[in-house]
Every structure is written in C-alpha cells, then in structure tokens.
C-alpha cells in the first residue's frame, strides 16, 4: 500500500511538472545567472584613470534578478498561467537596448571600449605583416606603424540626405542603437544569459496556453509593437534631432554667432554624452569660446595640441595634452590623443634608421602604459623594444601584462597572445631553463595551452 501511495504521489509530481514549468524552469535559472554574471566588464584600472566605472552598466542585473524569482515563484507556488507575460516582454527591451544605453549614455565607457577593440585589431594587423620577422635576431628589424588617433564617439553622423535610403541604415543598428564589434569585445556572460532566460521564460508563458498561445502572442503584439514602435523612433529621432541641431552650430559658426554657438554647444553636451568625445564638435566650440573671450584653458590646450599633432609635433602636442588634462582629468578624448601622441613619439625612436634607440623608446612607451592603463598598443610596442633592447625578463614582464588583460574580453586576440607567449619564450630561454622554454614555445603555437599560470607567477 505504501508502495502504491508513492508511486501515485509520484506520477502525481511528474503530471504537476509539466512541459512548460520545465521550460519556465529553466529560464529562471537563466535569468538567474544573468543577475549574478556582470553585463560588461572592462579593467577595473583603466576605468579608474578614466575616471568611471560600470555601476548602471551592471546595475539592471537588480531587476532581472526580480524576474527570475517570479519566474520560479509560477512555476512552484502559483499557476503558470496567472504570470505576467508583460513583465517578461518589458525586461526584454532593457536586454536589447543595453548596447544603446552603454555607447549613448556612457561614452567614456564606449571610448575604451572601442580602443581596446581597435587598437588590438591594429596590432594583431602588424603580428600578420611582420610574422617573418618574429624570430628575426630576436626582432631587431622589425618597424612599428604609427598609432592612430582615436576614433570620435559621435558615431552615428548624418553628413548628407544618403543617410536616409535604405542601404545606409546598417549604420543605424550598429552605431546608433550600439551593435558594433567594439561593444560586444567587453559584454559579460550576464547580459548572454539574460537574453536567453527571457526569450525561454516567454516560450514557457506561451506554452501554458497550448492552443490560446498564438491568440495570446496577438494580443500582447497589440500592445507591444506600437510602444515598440515608439521607443524607436523616438532613439531613432533623437539621433536625426542632434544631428540637425550639429549641423546648424556649423551654419552658427560660419555666420559669427558665437555665443549662440558656445551656449547650444555646452547645452547640447549634457542632453547627448557622446558628442563629448567629437574632435569635431570640441574643436569647434573653442574656437567659438576663444571668439567670446570666455575660453575654458583645458579645451583650448587640447585644441592647440590638434593643431601640433596633425603637424606631427608629437613632443608639443603631448605638453599640450597633459595640460588640458590636468584641467579635465575625466575628459576621456584627451587622454586617448594624449596616449597616441606619446605612442607615435616613441615609435619615432623605435624606427629610426642606423641610430635606433629602444630603450629610449621603451620609457616612453611605459609613459603611455600610465596614461592608459591595460593599452593594448602600448603593451605591445613596450614588449618589442624591451626585447629589441635585450631586455628579456622584462620583456616577459610586459607579455605577462597582456595575457592578463585579454581575459577581460569574449575573443582574445590570438596573434597578440601568440607573441606574448613567444616573448616568454625568449625569456625562459635566457635563464637556460629548456623544460619550461619548451611549455613557453607551446603555448605560443597551441591555443589549448594556455593558461593561467602565467598570470599566477605575476
């Protein structure tokens, strides 16, 4: 009898458990490893000397873990379909959005972003151009390619009416609301889990009604599309908006309404964060305050270290960089002209012919490494000629750095990774040990043999 009673309370449970409370089981587990995994991560260092950090970026795990626990609450204590599937759509659009809110609202975050992106991406360019010369005399003939200047995050510019037919509108989706391949280097494994648990969460919502579904999916469509709608255009307007507001400061300054300019402008700042990191926008409006007399000394330093760097006066350009530094420490353009200018004045050293100098080039690359904590280029190039120099431990030293920094990142950069092992390589191979010069050499080659006992001997 007793036998029975189990096995009846046991079919019972399995009847109770049913496909969709499986489902729902499943994406709040989901959602709950969204709320515990962080959205984006970058550097805790790099964010310090830029003068942010990631609370809001890792903040909107707070609801998501709300919506995990009402997900387990209907599927242990109440009727599946009593929750409310609206709460689960509304999360949805907070996931999808994030990217937006990151570039838009939080450009200092976008800006080193997009230069760990892209300056990996330069230097992974120079590992494949100069593969030859790897093992080269330990790379003594090896050139270095000037460092970019770093890109504007006012990404999404309408510089003519082409912007609005069909073909353009790529840029729309990845610079206007964000998916870009820069942004998606530091997503964290919270907001991927987070995605997933929700769409799964609605699958199981849907589920619960078995032939009710898809006239339950039409009826919430009624009132999601058109507030989806909404939410678009409004972005979509938002960004076409500032634009024209952009252009008529052009129209403004080439009239000689300065005041008018410097007012918009410094109004125009706050309302839309990314125009902060415009060279553009920046220099134009201190040139306007300069009109007015009322010039902030920051702004006007790093417009007078433009003018030098374009010259490739890097030595004036990066005195005139410090000191607009000094006067906005946060101001996160000046510091990426400032580590470029100081970049470019070492790779001048570093190249010149007959009469290299690298170790000369290698303190300058450090003075680069302070600015810009975790830079991968800089990184990069003070490997090189630490190593050019002879210099291997501390060479090592360097490539230690980078194998540390790439976790951070959803792909590291395999050639990067690959001349950081090689480095320490080089390195074991000077201290006369062959066993771990053999392990170094593998890990150069074998992707599957990285691992963290490099960072560990840190």
């Known amino acids: 009898m007793n036998q029975s009673y189990w096995m009846n309370r046991f079919i019972s449970f399995l009847n109770w458990f049913n496909r969709e409370k499986v489902t729902l089981l499943i994406g709040s587990v989901c959602l709950l490893f969204g709320a515990i995994f962080p959205w984006y991560r970058l550097p805790q260092e790099t964010l310090e000397a830029f003068g942010t950090n990631l609370f809001w970026a890792n903040a909107v795990r707070v609801p998501l873990a709300l919506c995990a626990i009402a997900g387990l609450t209907y599927t242990f204590v109440f009727h599946i379909r009593q929750a409310p599937r609206l709460v689960f759509w509304g999360a949805l659009i907070p996931i999808l959005l994030f990217p937006y809110f990151i570039t838009t609202w939080s450009p200092a975050v976008s800006f080193i972003a997009a230069e760990y992106y892209n300056r990996g991406e330069e230097v992974s360019s120079h590992v494949d151009k100069n593969f030859s010369e790897v093992q080269a005399q330990w790379k003594q003939n090896i050139v270095l390619d000037n460092s970019d200047p770093p890109a504007s995050t006012f990404g999404i510019k309408i510089e003519d009416s082409r912007f609005f037919q069909l073909p353009s509108w790529d840029k729309v989706i990845l610079k206007g609301f964000g998916y870009k391949n820069s942004f998606f280097a530091g997503i964290g494994q919270g907001w991927s889990f987070s995605l997933i648990g929700v769409l799964i969460c609605l699958m199981a919502l849907y589920l619960a009604w078995e032939q009710q579904g898809m006239n339950s999916l039409i009826k919430d469509m009624k009132i999601l599309v058109p507030v989806s709608l909404l939410l678009l255009s409004v972005i979509l307007g938002s960004h076409i908006y500032f634009n024209i507001v952009n252009y008529q400061l052009n129209v403004q300054f080439a009239k000689g309404e300065y005041y008018q300019v410097v007012n918009t402008s410094q109004a125009l700042i706050r309302l839309y964060p990314p125009l902060q990191g415009d060279e553009e926008f920046l220099e134009r409006l201190a040139r306007a305050e300069l009109y007015t007399d009322k010039a902030e000394p920051g702004l006007v330093n790093f417009i007078q270290g433009l003018e030098n760097y374009k010259d490739s006066n890097f030595l004036e350009a990066e005195n005139y960089f410090e000191k607009s530094l000094d006067s906005q420490p946060n101001r996160f353009l000046v510091r990426g002209y400032l580590v470029t200018a100081i970049l470019n004045r070492g790779?001048?050293?570093?190249?010149?012919?007959?009469?290299?100098?690298?170790?000369?080039?290698?303190?300058?690359?450090?003075?680069?490494?302070?600015?810009?904590p975790g830079h991968v280029e800089a990184l990069y190039d003070l490997m090189l000629a630490r190593v050019v120099n002879g210099e291997f431990q501390k060479s090592a030293e360097v490539a230690k750095q980078i194998i540390d920094g790439q976790k951070y990142f959803q792909e590291p950069e395999i050639g990067l990774m690959g001349q950081a092992y090689v480095h320490l390589t080089w390195a074991e191979y000077n201290k006369g040990d062959i066993n771990k010069t053999w392990e170094r050499y593998r890990q150069s080659v074998d992707t599957k043999a990285w691992d963290k006992s490099v960072v560990e001997e840190k």
């Open 347 to 372: 790779i001048n050293y570093f190249n010149q012919p007959n009469t290299r100098n690298a170790g000369t080039a290698a303190d300058i690359f450090e003075k680069a490494f302070q600015i810009f």
